[in-house]
């Protein structure tokens, strides 16, 4: 069985910086798609970033709200996906899951189409 535990979220002013940590354990490898997405009482689960890999190759897709600001990354070793936050927003407020096991492109969006989800973590800016 695989668990992602996310690490990393915290309340920060906006302009600041965070960092999100999704560790995964149980598993070597758990599927081509693996993502942030967040989600928040008044607001549908949405996608913010996904990295998409096949041997020998990475793609990552963001959402336009965060293109340019936030980084998603990996760290095949230590099984740990990553998700730099910078130049942050209040509408950046939300509750953050990491998924894995997604769908190939174009379809990486598709949260349903995720196998594994962590509990999540939350991400406060204030203005």
Known sequence: QVNLVESGGGSVQAGGSLRLSCAASGASAIGNSMGWFRQTSEKEREGVAVIYSDPGSE??????????????????????LYLEMNSLKPED??????????????????????NIWGQGTQVTVSS
């Open 59 to 80: 793609i990552a897709y963001y959402d336009d709200s965060v293109k340019g600001r936030f980084i998603i990354s990996q760290d095949s070793a230590k099984n740990t």
């Open 93 to 114: 407020t939300a509750m953050y899951y990491c998924a894995a096991g997604g769908p190939r492109p174009p379809r990486q969006w598709r949260g349903d189409l995720y």
